[in-house]
């Protein structure tokens, strides 16, 4: 039997028998059924008789003759035989009953008819005899090809059994890719439970499960799980080097962006994004609702965020303006179809910030009154290699954009900032700053109309300067996987979660307020590293581990990089009504010194000195009213609880 049982569960059957002709296999299922038919016949007489039964005259094979016969005929006629046994569902029982019920009325008409003299009770053993027997070797043969076919396909694990997971589990076995070997669930009511033949497990069965089937992936089906109880899962799963794939969220099902069968990838957001705070209606349609909004940078990711968020609030009119043809086309491509479901005019426009009469026509045109700032060159050893392209940019856009603005009676005006303009130590985030002492300068004008903001905050998962889409890649192609120091740490944010902030803190303004989203706690991007190599199925290869699939380099901090990122310069923050939106507290620098920096910068621009222009913008934006720091140690006490 052992033998026989080994053969049964071996590939090589399995896969000759899935491979045969479909004829054949429909050949195979009505020769079955042409021998269990009549073995219930002769068991429903022995069972009834209590001993072994032959008819005595011939014409007594009639009636079981018949039975087999009309059974057989509503069994062809109803397309039974065209069901593929590893999908077969509630139709092909209803097919069974029909079939069994019809030949037992046939039995007994014809028992009546040909005057035979049986018990009574013999067709009706008949029908229970051979539903069981047929819908049983249906049965069987379901299980063995999909429940036992780990040696073909890969097995996997549902992590949730609810009716999301009771789904998925029945789409994975309607093909031969998956194999699903066991469900996981933190219910306790439904621990021992089986769905569709598979047991439901604890999740400290996981360890277990895993040796003895030796999954590699694993299915995360609890789609109506908020996105702390998202992270909590995923962060039991991620030290088992299993690749994490997920349904969507409820939110994400509910907003149109995916339907809910849709299975992919973990994304990095699942595991360090954070439950959302509602936005504030007042706060969203303050600067928007039926208003002209101008998105500068709208085909980069943050500019991208804001427009999809801002037509979801009802603008009039969404003006996306921005440098590269390329990026601009895309997002129009992605914004269209939004803008024309909220009925809002979109407008694009190929034009640079540091070109004054283009803004200014633009804004004029269409009576743009609302701007938000997200153009910028961000990536900091870009910027380091283009110091005056850099500056140019990101300072003197940024001015441009304001006096255009003060120009065109725009109402607000919001300047996207970063938190490496705090304490900068490279080209770009001493470019911001700068661009931040501007815009509170110009705010300080009297009788202004326009109020100006500023939203400074860290990195966003997924943006083209973030490391994640990095990672990705470099795990994509196998490794390695290149971080610059052990100890380096950032601050994250989910796109949409900044876009919808950035937009409620512009709200808030009354006029060159420095507003800081609160970025929830650091992140150390070894570990970061560490978490998406497992995630994706892989271990790190390391000196503990020499058989893992990636290592992790460590390159060394770039040019202007900092091992710790910052908020706040000094003083001290307020809150708001938001309890993720803080005001800083700050000082400002005075005119005079700023209007001398300024000058300064526009000569070394002409010397065409890169050197010395990264020299002042640092020097200026570091050293105004703060003595020479150690950024390592602030880093080290802000990651102790200490300010922002």
């Excluded at 202004?448 to 994640?468: D, E, H, K, Q």
């Amino acid at each position: 039997m052992l033998k026989i049982w080994r053969e049964l569960r071996s590939p090589s059957l399995r896969l000759w028998l899935l491979g045969l002709p479909r004829g054949v296999k429909k050949g195979i299922l009505l020769a079955i059924d042409m021998l269990l038919l009549p073995l219930a016949v002769w068991m429903a007489f022995d069972l009834r008789l209590g001993v072994f039964w032959w008819p005595a005259r011939s014409y007594e094979l009639i009636p079981p003759v018949v039975a087999v016969v009309v059974t057989l005929a509503m069994f062809i006629q109803r397309g039974l035989y065209q069901t593929v046994v590893r999908y077969m569902h509630a139709s092909a029982v209803n097919i069974l009953l029909t079939g069994t019920t019809l030949g037992t009325l046939a039995f007994m008409a014809s028992t009546q008819m040909a005057a035979v003299q049986q018990p009574r009770s013999v067709p009706l053993l008949f029908w229970f005899i051979a539903l069981s027997l047929v819908g049983g070797v249906r049965l069987f043969a379901q299980v063995y090809l999909r429940r036992f076919t780990a040696g073909i396909v890969e097995p996997v694990i549902i992590y949730g059994a609810g009716s999301t997971g009771s789904q998925l589990g029945q789409a994975l076995s309607q093909g031969l890719g998956h194999c699903v070997v066991a469900y996981i669930d933190d219910n306790p009511q439904l621990h021992r439970m089986v769905v569709h033949g598979v047991r439901v497990h604890r999740r400290d069965d996981l360890p277990a499960l895993l040796k003895t089937y030796q999954v590699k992936q694993i299915f995360l089906a609890v789609p109506s799980a908020t996105r702390d109880q998202r992270r909590e899962m995923l962060s039991f799963l991620e030290p088992w080097a299993l690749r994490v794939r997920t349904l969507p969220s409820m939110e994400e099902v509910i907003s149109g962006r995916l339907r809910i069968d849709e299975v992919r990838d973990v994304a990095i957001d699942d595991l360090l994004g954070r439950e959302p705070v509602p936005p504030r209606p007042e706060l969203l349609e303050a600067c928007l609702r039926h208003k002209t909004v101008m998105v500068t940078g709208a085909g980069g990711s943050i500019g991208a965020a804001l427009c999809r968020e801002i037509l979801r609030v009802g603008p009039r009119t969404l003006v996306l303006y921005e440098v590269c043809e390329y990026a601009l086309y895309r997002a129009h491509r992605e914004l269209q179809p939004l803008a024309h479901t909220y009925g809002i005019a979109l407008q694009v426009v190929l034009g640079n910030v540091q070109d004054e009469a283009r803004l200014l026509s633009v804004l004029s045109t269409h009576q743009v009154q609302t701007v938000y700032h997200a153009a910028a060159y961000k990536h900091v050893p870009m910027v380091e290699h283009n110091v005056i392209a850099g500056v140019h940019n990101n300072l003197y856009g940024t001015r441009t954009l304001a006096r255009a603005a003060v120009q065109s009676g725009v109402e607000t005006c919001v300047l996207i900032s970063t938190d490496k303009a705090v304490r900068p130590t490279n080209v770009m985030g001493a470019s911001k700053r700068m661009a931040e002492m501007l815009l509170q300068d110009m705010a300080r004008q009297p009788g202004l109309a326009t109020r100006f903001a500023i939203v400074r905050f860290g990195n966003v998962l997924g943006s083209s300067g973030s490391v994640v889409p990095l990672f990705m890649e470099q795990i994509r192609s196998g490794g390695p996987v290149t971080v610059t120091h052990p100890e380096v740490i950032r601050y994250f944010m989910t796109i949409p979660e900044a876009a919808q902030l950035v937009i409620q803190a512009g709200a808030l303004a009354s006029g060159g307020e420095i507003f800081l989203l609160d970025m929830g706690a650091p992140v150390r991007i070894a570990d970061l590293a560490r978490k998406m190599i497992h995630l994706s199925g892989l271990r790190v290869r390391d000196s503990s581990a020499p058989e893992g699939d990636i290592e992790i380099h460590y390159t060394g901090l770039r040019p202007g990089e900092k091992l710790y990122e910052e908020l706040l310069i000094s003083g001290d923050v307020a809150g708001t009504v938001h309890p993720r939106i803080l005001r800083a507290q700050e000082a400002v620098v005075a005119r005079r010194e700023l209007e001398q920096a300024l000058q300064r910068v526009e000569a070394l621009i002409q010397q065409g000195d890169e050197a010395a222009l990264a020299r002042h913008v640092i020097a200026f934006a570091q050293g105004q009213h703060e003595p020479p720091h150690n950024v390592i140690a602030l880093g080290a006490r802000l990651s102790e609880g200490g300010a922002l």
